[in-house]
């Protein structure tokens, strides 16, 4: 069979050259096929990560967050299933990374500071999908991380506008604030 070169042989080169060395793209569970048409097309069981960037590389160059924050960001991400974390508890994260719990803490209270992370009123903390999902965005309205992040967007309303507003008001203004 004759192949073609596609943007899909080009991406596969692509990433070879950025994978560490010692790992392959089996590695990262991706995987290049050969259609009947001769079409290489590339195919993975990851999940995609959507997130609003320019808020993420702000929040760095202002150094509001850590490097340290930043691998606590990725490590939930990789728990997350449908942008849910099942039982993923700061002792997971700090033993995962290989660092002490207080540290995971000390981040914990940074990224809620920034609004990555939202703490709900049990003490349970959810990345906020307002700036980052993981899985399909079309039931993302389906989760209580999603459920969180619009109660903490009603209340930030409700605590920067006082009583000036009415509760139909502080909904519109969440529904013109939300992300998705």
């Known amino acids: 069979m004759k192949t073609n070169n596609t943007t899909a042989e080009k991406a596969i080169n692509d990433l070879t050259?950025?994978?560490p060395e010692g790992k392959t793209l089996d590695d990262y569970d991706i995987k290049q096929t050969l259609n009947e048409k001769g079409d290489y097309r590339i195919k993975t069981n990851q999940?995609?990560?959507l997130?609003?960037?320019r808020l993420l590389l702000d929040k760095i160059?202002?150094?509001s967050i850590t490097h340290l924050d930043m691998e606590i960001l990725l490590t939930i991400l990789d728990f997350l299933q449908n942008n849910e974390v099942v039982s993923l508890s700061q002792a997971d994260i700090a033993y995962t990374l290989g660092i002490d719990r207080a540290g995971v803490s000390k981040s914990y209270?940074?990224?809620v500071s920034v609004g990555f992370l939202i703490k709900n009123e049990r003490?349970?903390?959810f990345l906020n999908p307002q700036v980052f999902c993981k899985g399909n965005t079309k039931h993302i309205k389906d989760t209580r991380s999603y459920e969180v992040s619009i109660k903490e967007l009603?209340?930030?309303v409700r605590n920067n506008l006082g009583n000036a507003?009415?509760?139909e008001d502080i909904k519109k203004i969440v529904n013109d604030t939300k992300s998705f």
């Open 17 to 19: 050259r950025i994978i």
């Open 47 to 49: 999940h995609f990560v």
């Open 51 to 53: 997130l609003f960037y």
């Open 61 to 63: 160059r202002d150094k």
């Open 109 to 111: 209270k940074r990224l």
């Open 123 to 125: 003490g349970s903390y």
């Open 154 to 156: 009603e209340k930030s």
């Open 165 to 167: 507003v009415s509760e």
